[in-house]
């Protein structure tokens, strides 16, 4: 510890302290203890009085330079500790005067002092026992006072371990001539923040053996969170990496620091960073904290429109009906109008047509009787053809204009096309309202909103844990007869995945539903929300008619239906392994479009995949726009196994529809060469496209591309998809460097990727890219896909370096079991780089989920000042690159040796020209110096400045640094 030290100024500027003791504030009143006692004539420590700067000052100063064996102590007092501060800084300024002044003196004089401690849990008084005091440093000045100016010098020692209450400090003087002007004691905090809309509060930083603390964050009021914000308070009392963020709930936007209510005429409908939006047209907004704007009198919203959007009117009438006959065509007539004057502010209108036939007096409908060319409903165009009418009969045609809302306004539903009552509303928003350890409460939103019905609108609620073991699962099924519910025994600190649905009077569930996630909050953890309980919505009410709770076995994470009392229960939406499907033909079937393979023209081979080549290729489907797609194909002589298995590549990517996941436009599976077909991505692979392109890329540019990546994978960890195989080959990038997903096939890991390696069960996983529990006994979760993509941002900031260089599986194996990992790469980002050790923390739980990682992306690419700060190579916790550290012969005698050894010998002269010819020059290069010289390939730039990152670091035999 005693080489660590920091000058003062720095820490003043960058960190929060709390001092403990300061020599200075006392005055002449320190009551420190001297030893020993009786001195004879030569005194010991005393207390001067000094003038320095003008300024009256005590100072502890000895200068027995003339005896031998000099040893005097000065204690402190007790000095108490707070709990938490095991590490504290001693700032001590004194002044030195030069041996050589003292003549014949100078022979037994010192010019260093030594600083001591000793713990404690009570203060001892004046009892002072030598053997109790540990040392901490030898201080010796930077500057000896001579005979003309004193030279003060200033020196901070670190004291590390502290466990017990308190401790004391000692100076121990062995024959210098010193004069103590100052001691401070004091220690670093990470002082209570806001970050995010999460406030932490004020922390102690640690010490060597936690260097970064982690501190749990609560959400501001009105904010909510997927999960428990983190943040980490360094040795140095700064407050870094924080994970996961919070956001203003649904009707509250954040003013610096806090969610306020949206101001009337305001709403936000959902949990977001973003601010509250004026209410669309021909809406209200009455009051403060609105979610949606309800519609004004007189205009309504279609199912299909958002509710955060307009309202529209009802259409007004048909203008200018005519009817022409013709002598030609007896029996027929066609029917013709203008559109409505006023549409409503809609384009979906329709007409529909209503005939009457009247003999004499008494008229009916005309029921089928009668033929309508191309119909007599959803017309969108304005005329007719009606034929089949019987001559000599009075017939009356009426036109109505309809659009998306008529639905919605009773006074304007045509008899024909009222609304059946089985026909349940919508639920548009669901919201939480108030959150505890064990219980949620919850409302959602209606709409249309209920007409007074024989019977009130039942709803379907289906909740699960939102927990990593899908293998068993538990969905509680409630049906509510309103909207608004508290669940009671939850389980504390835990999310839960909730879908509400509307049934009809029937009891059939309605179209559409909604699903979200809530959490409840951790034990220990008050609710800050002072919503009011729903009112009699609490469970056991006479609300609730059934409650039912299944437990699915989930065979590898298939689907099941339930049917119960004449629901239909159906799970959260999750991905479906086909494997579960006893015909994997029937899978596919259901998971893709069939294409005829006359649609697709092949072009050129792009890709060599497991089953077959991989072309580049057109399709063009009758009545659809032509699409450049990539063609997979099953080389002939495959056996049907492998058919299948080709195929269950489509069967998985079917299932998913996300801008960062590449899209399955269809499969040829009805003729003899089946293909896959999905959209053709310009640029490739991912770790290829980066190579080719080294250098010429700027961080915010592959913050962008890993933020793309991480959105597609928390879309397959929400469908709860595990990868498995995540690495950049196999990503895909378009030639608006867009990142997908892809490679989903299910024997990929097993057969296809040239990373994989057997492992002792016969299993084969591609190392580098895993997750150790992945290795160790075969844990893949999502958590192991997190790890994997710190290995993929790790791969994108080196521009497709290959993890760990050359080192074996084995060494890697190692390495990452001592806690070893990669060092940053060359000119990354520090907040980039702390990330990626997130995502490779030992224990899985700890690191971020996909979730938090998008957030943390965004929030770096929403300011791209935090890409400035570049990370450190950390020797504590970096692998060194093995080929290039020479660590493993003897040390290079000349730099034509050493570069030699790193195959970069194409350089030796550029290193003489520039004058650098031992390896000590080498050792003071700068990346800088590096380029300066003429190094200009980025890899090869790479290359030199790690080696000499390496060669600066000799002191461990093994391929990695020791702690
Ligand atoms: P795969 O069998 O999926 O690993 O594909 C083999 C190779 O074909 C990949 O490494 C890519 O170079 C290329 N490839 C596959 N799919 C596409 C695509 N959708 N667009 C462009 N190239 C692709």
Known sequence: SDKIYTRLPLIYSHSFFDVLLDMKASGGELGWLTWPLDQGDKPGWEVVQKTLNGSQLYTYSICNVGEREQDNWLRTTFIQRRPSASRVFVELQFIVRDCNSFGASSLTCKETFNLFSSESDADVGTTFRKGQFKKVATIAPDEITGKKELRINTETRVVENLSLKGFYLAIQDIGACVALLSLRVYYKICPATIQSLASFPETVAGGENQALREVSGECVEN?????????????????????????????????????????????????????????????????TGALFCPCMDGFY????????????????????????????????????????????????????????????????????????????????LTKVTVSELDAH?????????????????????????????????????????????????????????????????????????????????????????????????????????????????????????????????????????NTAVI?????????????????????????????????????????VDPHTYEDPNIAVLKFATEIHPSHITKQKVIGAGEFGEVYRGILKVPGRKEVAVAVKTLKPGYTEKQRQDFLSEASIMGQFAHQ??????????????????????????????????????????????????????????????????????????????????????????????????????????????????????????????????????????????????????????????????LPAPMDCPSAVYQLMLQCWLQDRSKRPRFGDIVSLLDKLLRSPESLKAIADFDPRVSIRLPSTSGS????????????????????????????????????????????????????????????????????STLSVFAV
């Open 223 to 287: 904010a909510i969170s997927e999960g428990l914000p983190r943040i980490y308070c360094t040795v140095d009392g700064e407050w870094v990496v924080p994970v996961g963020q919070c956001q203003c709930k649904p009707g509250y936007e954040e003013t610096e620091d806090a969610c306020k209510e949206c101001l009337p005429g305001f709403f936000k409908a959902e949990a977001s960073s973003g601010k509250c939006e004026p209410c669309p047209a021909n809406t209200q907004g009455l009051d």
């Open 535 to 575: 009112s009699g919505a609490a469970i056991g009410g006479a609300v609730m008619l059934l409650i039912v709770v299944i437990v699915l076995f989930l065979h590898r994470r298939s689907v099941l239906f339930f049917f119960l009392n004449g629901f239909q229960l159906k799970p959260l939406k999750t991905y």
């Open 660 to 821: 960062n996941i590449i899209r399955l436009e269809g499969v040829v599976t009805k003729f003899k060469h089946a293909m896959i077909v999905t959209e053709y991505m310009e640029n490739g692979a991912l770790d290829r496209y980066l190579r080719d392109h080294d250098g010429e890329f700027s961080a915010y540019q592959l913050v962008g591309m890993m933020r793309g990546i991480a959105a597609g994978m928390k879309y397959l960890s929400d469908m709860s998809y595990v990868h498995r195989d995540l690495a950049a080959r196999n990503i895909l990038v378009n030639n608006t460097l867009e990142c997908k997903v892809s490679d989903f096939g299910l024997s990929r890991v097993l057969e296809d990727d040239p990373e994989g390696t057997y492992t002792t069960s016969g299993g084969k996983i591609p190392i580098r890219w895993t997750a150790p529990e992945a290795i160790a006994y075969r844990k893949f979760t999502s958590a192991s896909d997190v790890w994997s993509f710190g290995i993929v941002m790790w791969e994108v900031m080196a521009f497709g370096e290959r993890p760990y260089w050359d080192m074996s599986n084995h060494e890697v194996m190692k390495a990452i079991n001592e806690a070893f990992r």
């Open 301 to 380: 919203r279609a199912p299909t429109d958002p509710p955060t959007g307009p309202c529209s009117g009802l259409p007004s009438a048909p203008r200018d009906l005519v009817a022409t006959t013709s002598h030609l065509s007896v029996g027929k007539l066609l029917l013709s109008w203008r559109p409505p004057e006023h549409t409503g502010g809609r384009t979906d209108i329709t007409y529909s047509i209503e005939c009457l036939r009247c003999e004499g007096p008494v008229c009916q409908s005309c029921g089928e009787k009668i033929r309508y060319e191309p119909a007599n409903v959803g017309l969108t």
């Open 393 to 529: 009969l009075n017939y009356t045609f009426t036109v109505e204009a309809h659009s998306g809302v008529s639905a919605f306004a009773s006074q304007a539903m045509p008899q024909a096309h009222k609304l059946p009552l089985t026909n349940p509303p919508k639920i548009t928003s669901m919201r939480l309202v108030k959150q505890n350890p064990t219980s949620l409460s919850l409302s959602w939103e209606v709409s249309p909103k209920p007409r007074v019905q024989a019977r009130p609108i039942r709803y379907e609620l289906t909740y699960r844990k939102k927990d990593d073991n899908l293998d068993v699962t538990t969905y509680t099924v409630l049906i509510l007869e309103k909207n608004s519910v508290q669940i009671p025994d939850l389980s504390p600190g835990t999310a839960y995945l909730f879908r509400v649905q509307a049934l009809g009077s029937d009891g059939s569930p309605g179209g559409s539903s909604i699903e979200e996630q809530y959490e409840t909050l951790s034990e220990g953890h008050l609710a800050h929300n």
């Open 888 to 955: 493993d012969g003897p040390p290079f005698r000349c730099v034509p040796e050493w570069l030699e050894s790193i195959k970069m010998s194409q350089y030796g002269e550029n290193f003489t020209c520039a004058g650098i010819v031992s390896m000590d020059q080498v050792m003071q290069m700068k990346n800088e110096d590096i380029k300066n010289i003429g190094v200009r390939l980025p890899g090869h730039l790479k290359r030199i400045a790690y080696s000499i990152l390496g060669l600066k670091d000799q002191t």
